[in-house]
């Protein structure tokens, strides 16, 4: 689910390679990314007992905590399941050229 300048952000990247298919959602998404969509840019509305294993939000100090704590959280799921690989992941940004750095930091030292 991506949203105003990411959204934009997301698809343009997606343009250079190949084709893009964007979807709006008119419709009310399902469980966990129903709440999502409903509070994403207004906390208030989300109920303060909405309980999900399937979303994690994160806010971090700066790029480099939040890029370290996604590294750390793939490093130990690629611990808990043999079956998975580094192909099973990915990492999507607002930004490619300002997580570019940061990313390549975390993933050298927790990869």
């Given at each position: 689910?991506?949203?105003?300048?990411?959204?934009?952000?997301?698809?343009?990247?997606?343009?250079?390679?190949?084709?893009?298919?964007?979807?709006?959602?008119?419709?009310?998404?399902?469980?966990?990314?129903?709440?999502l969509?409903?509070?994403?840019?207004?906390?208030?509305?989300?109920?303060?007992?909405?309980?999900?294993?399937?979303?994690?939000?994160?806010?971090?100090e700066?790029?480099?905590?939040?890029?370290?704590?996604?590294?750390?959280k793939i490093?130990?799921?690629?611990?808990?399941?043999?079956?998975?690989?580094?192909?099973?992941?990915?990492?999507?940004?607002?930004?490619?050229?300002?997580?570019?750095?940061?990313?390549?930091?975390?993933?050298?030292?927790?990869?």
């Amino acid at each position: 689910m991506y949203t105003n300048r990411a959204a934009d952000g997301f698809a343009s990247v997606c343009r250079e390679f190949g084709k893009v298919q964007v979807r709006e959602i008119g419709a009310p998404l399902l469980g966990a990314a129903e709440i999502l969509r409903k509070g994403l840019f207004n906390p208030i509305r989300v109920p303060a007992r909405t309980q999900t294993d399937k979303i994690q939000l994160f806010e971090a100090e700066d790029k480099t905590a939040e890029t370290e704590y996604v590294a750390v959280k793939i490093k130990r799921a690629m611990a808990e399941n043999e079956g998975l690989r580094y192909r099973d992941f990915a990492v999507l940004t607002p930004s490619v050229e300002e997580y570019a750095l940061p990313l390549k930091k975390a993933f050298s030292e927790y990869g």
